[in-house]
């Protein structure tokens, strides 16, 4: 919602002249942040399997990302937690926690599949690269294995 407002103010201001589109293409830029993440799951796994990405903290890092996650599973949910790297901290790296969310099932909803998900976080890179802990909650059966993505993306 904070996004959307943000967009409507910058358009507004465009179209007065306050500030000029080439800084607008700045400020939304929603630049992807490497490649799209495999997320692997196999069949048999028991609940709470974790599947750790690590993605490389950009050139120049900004202060909202989008993580988007596709979740194909119509058995189980997703719980992803959101770490930054900490290089040296007390003597050693340290995996700082910033926050989880989780990601539903795959489902139809009145005739629409909902199946991924958008997560806005502030900061994700402000001590080094990100830490995302993919796990599933539920126990996969013998022909439940599956494969989700996750994608970041630069906000503003």
Do not use: W
């Not at 943000?6 to 465009?14: G, H, T, Y």
């Amino acid at each position: 919602m904070a996004t959307y407002r943000l967009e409507q103010l910058l358009i507004q201001a465009i179209a007065t002249g306050a500030i000029n589109t080439q800084l607008i293409g700045r400020l939304l830029r929603k630049t992807q942040v490497g490649a799209d993440q495999d997320i692997i799951f196999a069949n048999n796994d028991a609940a709470n399997t974790q599947v750790v990405l690590t993605i490389t903290q950009p050139t120049s890092p900004v202060d909202e990302y989008d993580i988007s996650v596709y979740n194909p599973s119509t058995v189980t949910d997703l719980t992803c937690k959101v770490f930054t790297v900490e290089a040296t901290l007390g003597g050693a790296t340290r995996d700082a926690y910033l926050t989880a969310f989780s990601v539903s099932r795959s489902q139809v909803v009145t005739g629409t599949t909902i199946n991924t998900y958008i997560r806005q976080i502030h900061g994700i890179f402000n001590g080094g690269n990100l830490k995302l802990v993919v796990s599933n909650d539920t126990v996969l059966g013998a022909a439940e294995g599956f494969t989700a993505t996750a994608r970041i993306r630069e906000l503003v």
